[in-house]
Structure formats: structure tokens, C-alpha cells
């Protein structure tokens, strides 16, 4: 572990990896289920010193780390990726990797393309939608599913609350039950009114973990940027615990204006020869063939 780690210890402590039967159990128990998305090495570190549960490689590291104009741009390889770099950091928490935009269009390819994260260091796959056959074909390739309902990003869904009439509810309690009969094995809720995210966790036996759907969800899951303040646009549904878009300009210039004044290095950043090799080579160099 890097010397810089050397943080106190958080909410978690040394435990035994977790799977899908210790997140059940969990929600069993009533303790509530701590997700965040994770991009990278460090971060997945520190997430899993803080006690994190389920680390997400989501396609949102497309927005948010990529530079891509929407989800919809992230591909396998993508994930792929982050998931390895996330992998590294992660021994104790439950590694969730989110299947992109058109790696699910029919049971075969899903399985394929959710076997890659999981030789990538995955131990499970997220999908949006109500897909319960493709759900099923993983499930019975011996593939963990997280689903996820609501918002969608990958379908480019307005962001509106979804489910707030009694119609669309029903829709989607009925999609939820679906997907947990299939074999999904953890929910995501995004952006559904309290009273159906309640009434969705209340009937099914998996956990479900709510982004924006109320306190009643058997978890939590937020974009790792949001919390840290690194997107620039407040959430409703999210709690920024830090301002990094304060604090990063800030140590920023700082850096520049100490390049600038040369204030940086100081003599503590850097090292000298010894005298007789500095003396040494200044008469190399001073000499005439030097
Ligand atoms: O990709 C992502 O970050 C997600 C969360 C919003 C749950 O799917």
C-alpha cells in the first residue's frame, strides 16, 4: 500500500471480501449499503479505507473523466480499463462494472461482453432497463447482475422523476419483480419517487440501491465527482462533501505562481551531487575537449 495512505482507518476496516450473499445479507439485516462510483487506482483505495461497499465503475466515467459528450460514447474497452485500474485498489469491496451502450442486444453478446469485465476484474455486471431475458442468459452464465431502472441514460432519457403516476409506477414495480425473478441479484433505483423506491424494496428479496429515490432504498449509490464537488453543476439528489471545484483552481495557481517566482523547488524538493563530483565535473566540462 503507498506510504500516502497511511490514513486512519474509516467506517470499514480489514473484512472479508464482499459478494452478492454478504450485500443480501446486509440488506437482511437492515445495515444500509454504502456504493460510489470509482474510476481509478487511488480513488478505489480510498473509497475502500473509507469503508465503501460496492465500487462502481459506471459509464458515467464517460462525462465525467473521459471528456465524451454522453454515456453513450463509452465502449467496452472503456470499462475495461478503469475496471483494471479500480481492480488494483480493490480487495475488500464488491467490484460492480457497468455494461455499455449496445454490449447487451441479445443474450450471446451480453454474455460475452460481461464474461471481458469479469476477466478485467469485475465480480459483477450492471445493465439499465427492464431486459429480463438478457438478465436471465447471465444469470444462467453464472454472471452476478446488478439492473438498473428508472433513469436511463443509456436510452438518453429526459432527467425527470419516473413513476410518479400510478401507471408508470406500476410499469415499474412490475419490470422490478421482472428483473429480480430473472435472476438480478441488486437493483439500482435512479430517480423514482420515494414511495414506489420504498415499495420496490419492500417486495423484493435482493437489495436494492437508490441514486436520487429517497432514504428507503437498502442503499445509497453517488457519482464519486458529485460528492467531491469536481462537477461543476449542484444535484438534487446529490450531497457534496467537498468543493473541489474551489479547491483544485486554487492549488492550481498556487503551483503556477510558485513556477513563476521560482519558489518551486525548494531546497527540500530536490538533491545535489557531492562536492568533489560536482567539482569533478566542472572541471570535465570546463576543460578544453569537455
Ligand atoms: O454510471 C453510473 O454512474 C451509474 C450511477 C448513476 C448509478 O449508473
Redesign the pocket.
Known amino acids: 500500500m503507498p506510504e500516502w495512505l497511511n490514513l486512519p482507518l474509516g467506517l470499514g476496516g480489514a473484512s472479508l471480501p464482499k459478494d452478492m450473499a454478504t450485500l443480501r445479507e446486509m440488506k437482511e439485516r437492515g445495515e444500509p449499503i454504502a456504493?460510489l462510483?470509482c474510476y481509478d487506482y487511488p480513488t478505489a483505495l480510498l473509497e475502500e479505507r473509507a469503508g465503501v461497499d460496492v465500487m462502481?465503475v459506471?459509464?458515467?466515467?464517460g462525462t465525467?473523466v473521459l471528456g465524451y459528450a454522453s454515456?453513450i460514447e463509452v465502449t467496452l474497452a472503456d470499462i475495461r480499463h478503469h475496471v483494471r485500474a479500480v481492480r488494483r485498489g480493490v480487495s475488500e469491496g464488491y467490484l460492480l462494472a457497468?455494461l455499455p451502450y449496445r454490449t447487451y442486444e441479445d443474450e450471446t453478446s451480453a454474455v460475452a461482453n460481461a464474461q471481458e469485465l469479469l476477466l478485467s476484474g469485475a465480480d459483477g455486471v450492471?445493465l439499465?432497463g427492464v431486459r429480463p431475458r438478457i438478465v436471465q442468459a447471465l444469470s444462467r452464465a453464472g454472471i452476478d447482475v446488478c439492473a438498473?431502472i428508472g433513469?436511463s441514460?443509456q436510452a438518453q432519457d429526459q432527467v425527470r422523476v419516473k413513476g410518479k403516476t400510478f401507471d408508470e409506477a406500476r410499469t415499474i414495480y412490475e419490470g422490478a419483480v421482472a428483473l429480480e425473478q430473472a435472476g438480478a441479484k441488486m437493483m439500482?433505483l435512479?430517480l423514482l419517487p420515494d414511495e414506489l423506491a420504498q415499495a420496490i424494496t419492500r417486495r423484493l428479496g435482493i437489495p436494492t440501491?437508490g441514486?436520487g429515490a429517497g432514504p428507503h432504498t437498502d442503499g445509497q449509490?453517488?457519482?464519486v465527482q458529485d460528492m467531491l464537488g469536481v462537477t461543476a453543476r449542484a444535484m438534487r439528489h446529490a450531497r457534496t462533501y467537498l468543493n473541489l471545484q474551489e479547491l483544485l483552481p486554487t492549488a492550481f495557481s498556487a503551483y503556477v505562481a510558485d513556477v513563476r517566482r521560482r519558489s518551486f523547488p525548494a531546497d527540500q524538493n530536490y538533491s545535489h551531487m557531492r562536492e568533489d563530483d560536482a567539482l569533478a565535473m566542472r572541471g570535465w566540462l570546463d576543460a578544453p575537449n569537455g
Not at 459506471?58 to 466515467?61: A, I, N
Open positions: 456504493m462510483t462502481l459506471g459509464d458515467s466515467v465525467n454515456e457497468d450492471k439499465e438498473h433513469l441514460m439500482v435512479e440501491i441514486i449509490v453517488l457519482v
